[in-house]
């Protein structure tokens, strides 16, 4: 699994140039990703940034708007969806077709096919995100960070949680033996991890000392946390960047020990 | 010259391509050992496969063809034996390997929804110096096909792009397994044509399969392969003539008599009756001794029949015993 841009041959990036082109062609063709990483979170952003109710500021969420508070939501449910949604299904379907066993008998190790998907996940998580942010700020006048230091904050959150995201998605893809336990596996992970991210009632208004607890520990629960302090302004603290480093590194070490290319 | 110019033109089945005895072999397996967890998949497999043959690798389901097969092309580490191939160590030199050899497995598939044309040019990037796509598909009778997406092919189209994909990067060895399996019998046709093509090529191939007819049609030498080891090694008219010492004949004596009759000639193994036909069994010239004793008792075989040997008697005769008795005959 070690695809690094350095050492390929000029061959070889074009070779992984057409892999990932086919990956993006096939994302188009069947756009379960673009749907739920893409097209639900805008919905979500339109419909919330056009209520009067939500976007206006409120007492009870500390003096900012439901929009406001919303949108980080959204940005990491993107992340999550980018990273569970597609990839483990798709992976795993690969294995059980026999993709990845026909490119194993090529020069080009099944690895590849990974890295592609991949890097078609990071495409797709970028389209996501902008759309949400640009839109947000431009349409429906979503607060951002107030500094550089603010957006370099906000940055880093969003990689380590796609990074983490992405690595959960790779654990599923490893431990499920079809397609179907994959699909099964992710709803599992998906949905309570969804919840800690805000998706459904914000962090901010249950107050549950337990379910604040459990979200801190959480990769959604902890970029939440820190994409909401830093676009409002304050420094998310070093521990939910921590959570997320050790999600991110721990999820990618446990799955590339599990995976299986057969 | 390209790989997709000689496919077309067919040497026809009356032209032989000797292959190079002399040359090093290409493949050399010796003692290849594999197995999965208690169970032994491969026991103990030697051969060696020499330049311009069509080498077939022969055997039920399970006899271990396919596990022999990912060993050699680097796919599975053998638990032990020496295996080489173009010079090269499989598991080693997997990489260079793969851009020599041309594999086409079992249950290997590409994307669903990628397309012919796209999967074939996506698969000649991963090559040096790779075919070109179109002839390629154009030989194989894909051009209709190219906008189709994978999930859409008939099973014979996918096993054609199969083809196509394990010979995109001009290969100097094309290994094959169960090519045929799931065609009709004019697309398998077809298929053994473009074999004999690619192997007028220079291309060695190396053929799995389960179907005697196969074999018999294509190959130049046949490793017979049961319970994971080598039974027998010859060329497929060979195998038929040895497995011919073991010959059945069936007839309706005219009047009863006794088994000793027959059973005290040198040349029978077995006598059996069904009904009112007997068949013996065994070997030599055993017609003429048959009836020239049933005769000399006065009595005539009607209906004479001879079962001739075939690959496939050679198959039944060299592997699983318990497979000779499904009509009640022993050997």
Known sequence: MSTSAITLTPRQRRAFGLLVASEIKIAIRRPVGLVVAVGIPFALLVIFGSIPATTRPDAKLGGISFFNLYVPTLLVFVLIAVGLMTLPQQL?????????????????????????????????????????????????????????????????????????TLGLGLLVAAVAGSPQIAQALTAAVFYPLAFFSGLYVPLQEIHSQVIQDIAKVLPTGAGFNALHAAFGGHS???????VLAVWAVGSWVIATRLFRWE | MSITE??????????SVASDRSAAPV???????????????????????????????????GAGKTTAVECITGLRTADRGEISVLGLDPRRDRRELHE?????????????????GEAVELYASFYREPADGRELIATLGLQDAQHTYFKHLSGGQKQRLSVVLALIGQPEIAVLDELTTGLDPEARRDTWRLIEGVRAHGVTIVLVTHFMEEAERLC??????????????????????AASTSKRVRFTPTEPFFDELLSALPEVSSVEHHGPEVVVAGSGDLVTAVV????????????????????????????????????????
Not at chain 2, 101 to 107: F, I, M, R, T
């Open chain 1, 92 to 164: 795993s379907a690969y294995r059980r077709q026999g993709v990845l066993r026909r490119m194993s008998t090529t020069p080009v190790h099944p690895s590849w096919v990974l890295a592609a998907q991949t890097t078609v996940s990071m495409i797709l998580a970028v389209i996501g995100l902008t759309i949400l942010l640009g839109a947000g700020a431009g349409a429906y006048g979503l607060a951002l960070p107030h500094d550089a230091g603010g957006y370099l904050v906000s940055f880093v959150v969003l990689v380590l949680t796609a990074t983490a």
């Open chain 1, 236 to 242: 998310p603290g070093v521990e939910p960047l921590l």
């Open chain 2, 6 to 15: 000689l496919i077309q033109t067919d040497p026809g089945p009356s032209v």
């Open chain 2, 27 to 61: 493949i050399e397996v010796a003692h290849l050992h594999k197995k999965y967890g208690a169970t032994v998949a491969v026991d103990d497999v030697s051969f060696t496969v020499h330049p311009g043959e069509i080498f077939g690798i022969l055997g039920r389901n």
């Open chain 2, 100 to 116: 020599r050899v041309g594999v086409q497995l079992q249950e290997s598939a590409v994307p669903e929804l990628m397309r012919v």
């Open chain 2, 220 to 241: 130049d030498r046949v490793a017979l392969i049961d319970h994971g080891r080598v039974v027998a090694l010859d060329r497929p008219g060979a195998l038929a003539i």
């Open chain 2, 292 to 331: 020239l004793a049933l005769h000399r008792a006065g009595i005539r075989a009607d209906d004479v029949q001879t079962e001739t040997a075939n690959l496939e008697d050679a198959f039944l005769a060299l592997t699983d015993e318990t497979t000779h008795d499904t009509n009640g005959l022993t050997r």
